[in-house]
C-alpha cells in the first residue's frame, strides 16, 4: 500500500517531539521509554528516528549553546539547530520536510498564494507561493530567513535599524530599499526595485559583499558558488506578484521550480540536461500548466500530468 503523503511529515513532527523531551529533561526515563516504543512501532519509524537522531546529533553543539541563553529548549529551537546543521538538506533526501519547515517558519503560504505580512519595524513583506518565512524581531537584530520560495520587500527606512533579510548562505541588508529575494533550484536570486541594497554571497574563495542599486540583480547558484548579475526593466522586478515571469536567458530548472509554486502536487524533471538550459520570455502564471509548457518548449521537451498529480517534463 502506497503510503499516505502526510505520513512522513507527522512521524518527523512526532520524532522532534520526543527528542525535545529527551533535551529537556535528561533524568527522567519516560521520555526514553517513549522513545524505545514509538522507534517498535514499525521499519518507517526506526528510518525516521535513526534519521532525525543522527541530524540532531549533528546539532547538538548548537542546542547546547542556545540552552544557556532558555531555561528549555522548544519546538523552534530544535529546529532552528537542525537546519543551521543542514538538517533540511538530509531531511529532503528521504522525506518531505514539510513538517520542519511549518514548525520554524513564523509564515508560510500554500500553492498560487500570495500574502502581505506587516512586519513589526512597518516593513511590508509580500510572499509568494510554497514560501515560508522565520522572523527574529528584537531590540538588537532586526532578521528575516526567507525557508524556501520568493518574497518582496519593502523596508522601512531607520538609521537605527538595518534589516537583514538571509536565504541559503546569501544575506541582504538594507533600509529604506525594496528589493526581491527567491530561492529556485539551488539559485538565490535578488534584484532591487528601489534604493540600495548590501549584498553577501557565499564563493569558492570566501564571502564576496556587493552593492546592488535600483534595477540591479544578482544570481547566486549555491552549489557552484558562481555569481551572475544584471539590469532589469522598470515593472519587471518580482513581476510574480501580477501572475507574470520575465526570463532573460534563465535556467529552465529556475523557472520550473518558480512555476512550480503556482502547481499542486510535484513536478519532475526526467533529464537534468533539460534543467540545464537556458530560456528568455514572459510567462503568464494565469496558467502556470501552460507557462511551464512555455519554458520547456525551445528544450524539445513536453510536459505531462500524470492521474497521481505528478508532473513530469521529459524529452519528446
Not at 4 to 33: K, T, W
Not at 189 to 201: E, I
Given at each position: 500500500?502506497?503510503?499516505?503523503?502526510?505520513?512522513?511529515?507527522?512521524?518527523?513532527?512526532?520524532?522532534?517531539?520526543?527528542?525535545?523531551?529527551?533535551?529537556?529533561?535528561?533524568?527522567?526515563?519516560?521520555?526514553?521509554?517513549?522513545?524505545?516504543?514509538?522507534?517498535?512501532?514499525?521499519?518507517?519509524?526506526?528510518?525516521?528516528?535513526?534519521?532525525?537522531?543522527?541530524?540532531?546529533?549533528?546539532?547538538?553543539?548548537?542546542?547546547?549553546?542556545?540552552?544557556?541563553?532558555?531555561?528549555?529548549?522548544?519546538?523552534?529551537?530544535?529546529?532552528?539547530?537542525?537546519?543551521?546543521?543542514?538538517?533540511?538538506?538530509?531531511?529532503?533526501?528521504?522525506?518531505?520536510?514539510?513538517?520542519?519547515?511549518?514548525?520554524?517558519?513564523?509564515?508560510?503560504?500554500?500553492v498560487g498564494e500570495i500574502?502581505?505580512?506587516?512586519?513589526?519595524?512597518?516593513?511590508?513583506?509580500?510572499?509568494?507561493?510554497?514560501?515560508?518565512?522565520?522572523?527574529?524581531?528584537?531590540?538588537?537584530?532586526?532578521?528575516?530567513?526567507?525557508?524556501?520560495?520568493?518574497?518582496?520587500?519593502?523596508?522601512?527606512?531607520?538609521?537605527?535599524?538595518v534589516l537583514t533579510v538571509?536565504?541559503?548562505?546569501?544575506?541582504?541588508?538594507?533600509?529604506?530599499?525594496?528589493?526581491?529575494?527567491?530561492?529556485?533550484?539551488?539559485?538565490?536570486?535578488?534584484?532591487?526595485?528601489?534604493?540600495?541594497?548590501?549584498?553577501?554571497?557565499?564563493?569558492?574563495?570566501?564571502?564576496?559583499?556587493?552593492?546592488?542599486?535600483?534595477?540591479?540583480?544578482?544570481?547566486?547558484?549555491?552549489?557552484?558558488?558562481?555569481?551572475?548579475?544584471?539590469?532589469?526593466?522598470?515593472?519587471?522586478?518580482?513581476?510574480?506578484?501580477?501572475?507574470?515571469?520575465?526570463?532573460?536567458?534563465?535556467?529552465?530548472?529556475?523557472?520550473?521550480?518558480?512555476?512550480?509554486?503556482?502547481l499542486p502536487g510535484k513536478?519532475?524533471?526526467?533529464?537534468?540536461?533539460?534543467?540545464?538550459?537556458?530560456?528568455?520570455?514572459?510567462?503568464?502564471?494565469?496558467?502556470?500548466?501552460?507557462?511551464?509548457?512555455?519554458?520547456?518548449?525551445?528544450?524539445?521537451?513536453?510536459?505531462?500530468?500524470?492521474?497521481?498529480?505528478?508532473?513530469?517534463?521529459?524529452?519528446?
Amino acid at each position: 500500500m502506497d503510503e499516505n503523503p502526510g505520513e512522513p511529515d507527522r512521524l518527523v513532527s512526532e520524532a522532534i517531539d520526543i527528542v525535545m523531551r529527551m533535551q529537556n529533561d535528561p533524568a527522567n526515563p519516560v521520555p526514553f521509554e517513549m522513545a524505545r516504543a514509538w522507534r517498535a512501532r514499525s521499519g518507517r519509524h526506526e528510518e525516521i528516528w535513526l534519521r532525525v537522531s543522527r541530524i540532531h546529533g549533528a546539532s547538538g553543539q548548537l542546542l547546547a549553546q542556545r540552552r544557556t541563553a532558555r531555561k528549555r529548549v522548544t519546538r523552534r529551537n530544535v529546529l532552528g539547530a537542525m537546519m543551521a546543521a543542514g538538517g533540511v538538506a538530509v531531511a529532503g533526501s528521504i522525506f518531505v520536510p514539510g513538517a520542519l519547515m511549518r514548525a520554524h517558519a513564523d509564515h508560510t503560504t500554500g500553492v498560487g498564494e500570495i500574502r502581505r505580512i506587516d512586519l513589526p519595524d512597518g516593513s511590508v513583506a509580500t510572499l509568494g507561493p510554497r514560501s515560508a518565512l522565520a522572523l527574529t524581531m528584537s531590540r538588537d537584530e532586526h532578521r528575516i530567513d526567507l525557508l524556501t520560495g520568493m518574497c518582496f520587500f519593502d523596508v522601512t527606512r531607520d538609521q537605527n535599524r538595518v534589516l537583514t533579510v538571509a536565504c541559503e548562505g546569501v544575506s541582504a541588508t538594507a533600509f529604506g530599499a525594496s528589493f526581491d529575494m527567491s530561492s529556485d533550484a539551488g539559485v538565490v536570486t535578488m534584484t532591487v526595485a528601489d534604493g540600495a541594497v548590501g549584498l553577501a554571497v557565499p564563493g569558492r574563495s570566501g564571502v564576496a559583499a556587493l552593492r546592488l542599486e535600483a534595477s540591479e540583480w544578482a544570481a547566486c547558484d549555491i552549489s557552484s558558488g558562481s555569481l551572475s548579475r544584471g539590469v532589469r526593466r522598470d515593472g519587471q522586478v518580482a513581476s510574480w506578484r501580477d501572475l507574470a515571469i520575465v526570463a532573460d536567458r534563465e535556467q529552465v530548472s529556475t523557472l520550473v521550480a518558480r512555476i512550480s509554486r503556482w502547481l499542486p502536487g510535484k513536478v519532475v524533471t526526467a533529464n537534468p540536461a533539460i534543467g540545464a538550459q537556458r530560456v528568455s520570455g514572459l510567462f503568464d502564471l494565469q496558467d502556470p500548466f501552460a507557462a511551464l509548457q512555455a519554458v520547456v518548449h525551445p528544450t524539445g521537451a513536453r510536459v505531462r500530468r500524470l492521474p497521481s498529480g505528478l508532473t513530469v517534463i521529459s524529452p519528446i
